[in-house]
């Protein structure tokens, strides 16, 4: 059996039991720094044999760690941070062993991407993960463009000495889109830092240290459908009564006529399900 493990993001005490249990039994520990998982592994009292299986070895590591496999072994598969195959080795393991009709479990825990998403305090019902940011701006900014409209948050790695440059073309931008910038999360210097991006740019340390998640609010003007840009949230609500209604009255099932309004005023799917059942209780 192949187990994904998910390992903590910095707490060290952010390890579930059954993780613990399968890093004590499993025959192998496939992981992407051996010093680092070792930490790890020392911390709880574990004693293991490790495996290095990261970004520059691991197609030549795949028929090793399948071999195991297929000889009745258990390799557990553990990250620096995380889940392994989200940013990280593994997705190609989990790929040959399923070609191969190998057994593979993942042990979920800690993740970067929702807990940035909850701490930075914006609506988080629908969002997107698309890896580190592009490095040159116009792939950047085509990166998060192709996401406008679908009334999703945008979730995103980022390294600390790009950070500041990033920071500047979201400025730029989107001027007036709402952000938190996550550092060192469950670490003793967590910290989340909020606002536009160019408020964030003047809040900054000098220099900025640590692991990074960027969160980026649902872009107003793609939420609202442009005209309702920045409106008051009840003059969207009643205009999204409006459609509603038109939309049921043409046959438009209420969950269905709720997810487009949803998507059209950036509304909370849930908030556009209530209106939904609200209108058709006032006809």
């Known amino acids: ?52 299986f990261h970004g520059h070895n691991e197609e030549q590591r ?15 598969v553990v990250s620096d941070a995380g889940m392994p195959g989200v940013s990280d080795p593994g997705f190609s393991l989990v790929r040959a062993c399923v070609a191969q009709g190998l057994e593979v479990t993942v042990l979920p825990g800690p993740s970067a991407v929702s ?26 900014i085509e990166q998060i463009s192709a996401f406008e409209g679908t009334g999703a948050a945008l979730v995103a790695f980022e390294s600390p000495r790009r950070l500041r440059a990033s920071l500047q073309i979201l400025a730029e931008r989107w ?33 900025v240290r640590g692991e990074i998640v960027l969160v980026l609010e649902v ?10 840009a920045g409106a008051p949230v009840g003059d969207i609500e009643t205009r999204a009564r409006a459609a509603l209604v038109e939309l049921e009255a043409s046959g438009v099932r209420t969950k269905t006529a709720a997810a487009v309004v949803a998507q059209l005023t950036g509304l909370p799917a849930r908030r556009a399900y209530e209106l939904a059942l609200e209108a058709r209780g006032a006809r």
């Open 175 to 207: 001027p007036e889109r709402q952000m938190a910038v996550c550092r060192e999360l469950t670490k003793v210097h967590e910290e989340a830092v909020r606002g536009t991006a160019a408020e964030i740019l003047t809040q900054l340390a000098d220099p």
């Open 115 to 140: 807990t940035a998403l909850v701490l930075s305090g914006l609506p988080c019902d629908r969002f997107a993960f698309v890896g580190f940011l592009a490095r040159a701006r116009g792939k950047m």
């Open 62 to 76: 795949l028929s090793q760690i399948t071999s195991l496999l297929a000889e009745g072994k258990n390799v557990a």
């Open 219 to 228: 872009s107003p003007a793609a939420a609202t459908g442009g005209e309702l």
């Open 1 to 52: 059996m192949l187990y994904i493990c998910a390992t903590p993001i910095g707490n060290l005490q952010d390890v579930t039991l059954r993780v613990l249990e399968a890093l004590r039994s499993c025959d192998v520990v496939a992981c992407e720094d051996t010093r680092h998982t070792r930490i790890l592994l020392d911390r709880h009292g574990i004693s293991a044999r490790l495996l290095s």
